[in-house]
């Protein structure tokens, strides 16, 4: 299962130095259940996935202050000149969250496929009157093909 909101919330509450319980509390899970929520939370491999990405950013931030050096995150502007191509991207990724890549597909797909236009009610009694009309024994016979006079020139 991906990492939902509460989820979320609670690995950034953790972030910010709170315990499980109040962390717990502050994504939104009530006072009574908050310490089993926490617990149950802890051990989500989803949360102790997003838990250790965050751990690998701040070991990185941490090496790259005590060399003096600056961490630079590859800016996805420059990467990616075309949005679509972003899109294409984002939705065929397999490590992003299935929110997120269903979000990016949904923004991909008015740009690859048509919106299927809809008749309004008098588009419709106008076609089923052109159908009733143009067959059956009393409907109109057929337009008499256009004859060509060649003349003299």
């Given at each position: 299962m991906a990492l939902t909101d509460k989820k979320r919330r609670f690995v950034?509450?953790?972030?910010?130095g709170l315990s499980g319980a109040k962390a717990a509390i502050h994504a939104g899970y009530s006072e009574?259940?908050?310490?089993?929520?926490?617990?149950?939370?802890?051990k989500d491999k989803d949360v102790q996935e997003a838990l250790g990405r965050v751990k690998q950013v701040n070991k990185l931030k941490e090496e790259a202050a005590a060399t003096g050096t600056e961490i630079s995150l590859p800016d996805l502007g420059k990467l990616y000149s075309d949005p679509?191509?972003?899109?294409?991207?984002?939705?065929?990724?397999?490590?992003?969250?299935?929110?997120l890549r269903v979000d990016a597909a949904k923004a991909?797909?008015?740009?690859?496929?048509?919106?299927?236009?809809?008749?309004?009610?008098?588009?419709?009694k106008k076609k089923a009157a052109g159908d009733a009309v143009a067959g059956g024994k009393f409907g109109a016979p057929p337009r008499p093909p256009l004859l060509r006079v060649v003349g003299k020139g």
């Open positions: 950034q509450a953790l972030q910010s009574k259940g908050a310490a089993v929520a926490a617990s149950r939370l802890m679509l191509e972003f899109l294409k991207a984002v939705a065929n990724d397999p490590e992003q969250d299935m929110k991909w797909v008015p740009y690859v496929h048509g919106k299927i236009g809809e008749q309004g009610k008098k588009d419709a």
